[in-house]
């Protein structure tokens, strides 16, 4: 059986694709409302990753 992953070492991983997606989302046309990569960096920082409710964050401009 494999061992646990390290505590926080999931929501560090989370954090830098979320920071090297960015720029890219920046670019593309269809993708430049940046609130759900918000909200989801709000989540990983909550430790919130089985995204148990309640959750609240602002998606395109709507709670």
Request: proline share 6%; aromatic share 4%.
């Amino acid at each position: 059986m494999a061992a646990p992953p390290l505590k926080g070492k999931n929501q560090k991983i989370l954090l830098i694709f979320l920071k090297i997606r960015t720029p890219i989302m920046k670019s593309e046309e269809a993708r430049r409302d940046l609130s759900k990569i918000i909200v989801q960096r709000k989540f990983i920082r909550e430790n919130k990753l089985s995204l148990k409710r309640p959750l609240k964050g602002k998606l395109y401009g709507k709670l």
